[in-house]
């Protein structure tokens, strides 16, 4: 951190200087002007002198003497805002010795061909921004950066927001009207078209599906778009923290919701202590964030196969950059979404690509177009994100344009790291139209311009321009045409997207979808072995239970047999005992009766039957 705010410090003083010997030319210019009026001045008194002296002369011949006499002060080459010695500024301030993109030509009055603004192609990855109103010519203006980055060799990144980007991959067509224009500030216009490679979000759309998992998008990004709170961004992070400990991997929404319904869950709630835990109200926020987040079709924006970054690196076997365009149409009402992942890819570029300092021309330049959409609502640890990432990229080798309405759409740490302005013109019919006015102007350094008046007189394919010199301090700003595309200003047919698509070799690589075992399928496995646990324990529980009721059941009625049998046997014997004692001096008769019943009621038939009889008189018959 202390070597790159050294480094910073080195790179704000070297600018400062640099800026310091503008206005030092600026100034010897001013004295030399000043010295050459004063020269003039002299020459003039001497004709005055000359004139005397030679009274007697012819006064026709006079004029010509002093016409001859006396220097002439070169005409400007156009009127307008800027006089000659400005003009002069501007045309050193944009002569670069190495390769420049052609921005176009100076306008004062008129256009001037003779000077020409330019951007360094090296100070491209010092990033940039394209601003101006609705109609003003933001894509055109996009449109031929990208075109002349590609004929150098630099791989470009662009989101198609209404398609009209996709003529890029078609010659355009001249027009008299087009040929005028082009000529009158210098450019020598043909046609020509430039390899592009078309992509969309999931699928949505025409190209290329470019997929991320949740786990590569990570919870910031993902607060951003699901618009959460501090507490609940807070609540995200933990989940992620949890799942990449313990190796569940979130592709998809789906793996996700799975992780959060898992950890409010009686089986999930301890592998959280120590950690926080989640409260089940934040979780449910989030849960309906995602439902909603999926209905908008986000989930098919998620999964497998990701994008390699690597991918829009890529040149053309003629040298050419590759431009690769995401076609957004599909997904123009979701504009969060659509942010976000641009975000994600810049992040992910960020995260792959080596450190490989400062090069002659950038590896990739990103334009992010409708760039207000990215800081809208965002919180304080997604601009600090975005500004580090902003500032910290070019080193990677990657530059960023931003593309938006008005300066004030960027926040101010964001928008110091911006090296190249593009303002088209702006309009003040509201109050907050003139405050966004006075606030853009305030950006830019002196100029010879009344720049509060200048911007909201451009004309359509007309901007204010100031880049970053090859010494890395401002240029001066320049009211400038700018150069016609020379690829299609329409969008490309439908059937020359999906023949392209169709031909392209990351098709067979990203378009099919791929879906392996994740954090759904592992947590879901273990909810279910819990439930299968939980319901054999149950099941133990209730069979262990209803063996005792049984053997508590069965000993009651051993007990209540034991019972009935010990009752029975007294009354048993207690019938025995009376038929037993009769008198031994009974009759014979009597005697052999006696004997007679004493067989019966002794025999084991007999006492089987009293035992039962005696059993039913006492109720105390039961089963066994």
């Known amino acids: 951190m202390a070597d790159d705010a050294v480094k910073q410090a080195q790179e704000a003083a070297a600018a400062a200087a640099e800026a310091a010997k503008a206005l030092q030319a600026q100034a010897e210019a001013a004295i030399k002007a000043a010295e050459e009026a004063a020269a003039l001045a002299k020459a003039a008194a001497e004709v005055a002198k000359a004139e005397d002296a030679t009274a007697e002369a012819p006064q026709a011949a006079e004029a010509p003497a002093a016409a001859a006499a006396a220097p002439q002060k070169p005409a400007p080459e156009a009127s307008g805002p800027l006089d000659q010695e400005h003009v002069e500024v501007v045309r050193s301030g944009y002569a670069f010795e190495g390769p420049a993109l052609e921005m176009g030509a100076l306008v004062n009055g008129e256009a001037m061909p003779g000077v020409p603004v330019r951007i360094p192609i090296a100070m491209t990855n010092r990033h940039g921004l394209v601003a101006g109103a609705t109609g003003t010519g933001k894509t055109r203006t996009l449109q031929v950066l990208a075109e002349q980055l590609s004929a150098a060799g630099v791989a ?38 430039f390899p592009t490679e078309f992509f969309s979000l999931g699928g949505v759309g025409k190209g290329v599906p470019i997929r991320a998992t949740i786990s590569g998008f990570g919870p910031l990004l993902l607060s951003k778009v699901l618009g959460l709170n501090d507490t609940q961004e807070s609540s995200l992070g933990l989940v992620f923290h949890y799942a990449n400990k313990n190796n569940l991997a979130l592709l998809d929404l789906e793996d996700l919701r799975a992780v959060l319904a898992y950890l409010v869950s009686d089986e999930g709630k301890p592998e959280l202590e120590g950690l926080g835990g989640l409260s089940k109200a934040t979780v449910g926020v989030i849960l309906r964030e995602l439902i909603t987040f999926a209905d908008q079709g986000a989930d098919v924006f998620f999964g ?9 690196l890529r040149t053309a076997p003629d040298g050419r950059g590759v431009i690769s365009l995401l076609e957004v149409p599909g997904v123009a009402d979701k504009p969060a979404l659509y942010s976000t992942f641009l975000m994600w890819l810049l992040a992910d570029l960020f995260t792959d690509l080596p450190e490989v300092g400062d090069l002659d021309k950038p590896k990739l330049v990103f334009f992010f177009d409708e760039a207000h959409l990215l800081f809208k609502d965002a919180s304080k640890e997604f601009l600090a994100q975005i500004t580090q990432t902003v500032r910290l990229i070019r080193s990677k080798g990657v530059g960023v344009f931003f593309v938006t309405q008005t300066p004030k759409d960027v926040p101010g740490d964001v928008l110091a790291q911006l090296g190249s302005r593009v303002q088209h013109q702006l309009r003040a019919f509201t109050p907050d139209d003139a405050k966004a006015l006075r606030a853009t102007v305030s950006t830019y350094p002196n100029s010879g311009y009344d720049l509060e008046e200048t911007l909201t007189v451009l004309g359509t394919g007309e901007a204010i321009v100031t880049v970053m010199n090859e010494k890395g301090a401002p240029s001066p700003v320049a009211w400038t045409r700018l150069r016609a595309p020379r690829a299609s200003m329409s969008p490309s047919p439908d059937a020359a997207i999906d023949a392209a698509v169709a031909a392209s070799p990351l098709s067979a690589k990203y378009s099919t979808g791929i879906d392996r075992e994740s954090a759904h399928e592992i947590l879901t496995k273990k909810l279910a072995d819990a439930a299968a646990r939980v319901d054999a324990e149950e ?23 034991a019972k009935a049998d010990k009752k029975a046997q007294a009354e048993y014997d207690r019938l025995m005992k009376q038929t037993s004692g009769s008198s031994r001096s009974s009759s014979r008769s009597r005697s052999k009766e006696k004997s007679a019943l004493e067989e019966v009621l002794g025999s084991r038939t007999t006492q089987t039957v009293l035992k039962q009889v005696i059993t039913g008189i006492f109720g105390m018959a039961k089963r066994r």
């Not at 008299?176 to 078209?193: F, H, M, N, V, Y």
């Not at 497998?304 to 829009?312: L, V």
């Not at 209730?542 to 051993?558: G, N």
Request: hydrophobic share 45%.
């Open 304 to 312: 497998e196969p990701e994008i390699d970054t690597a991918e829009f």
């Open 539 to 561: 099941a133990a529980a209730a069979k262990a239970k209803a063996d005792a009721e049984y053997a508590k059941m069965q000993a009651k009625i051993q007990a209540d047999a």
């Open 156 to 193: 470009v990144f662009a989101a198609d927001i209404k398609g009209d980007l996709s003529g890029v991959a078609t010659p355009g067509e001249g027009n008299e009207k087009l040929l005028k224009r082009t000529a009158g500030i210098g450019q020598d216009w043909t046609p020509a078209s």
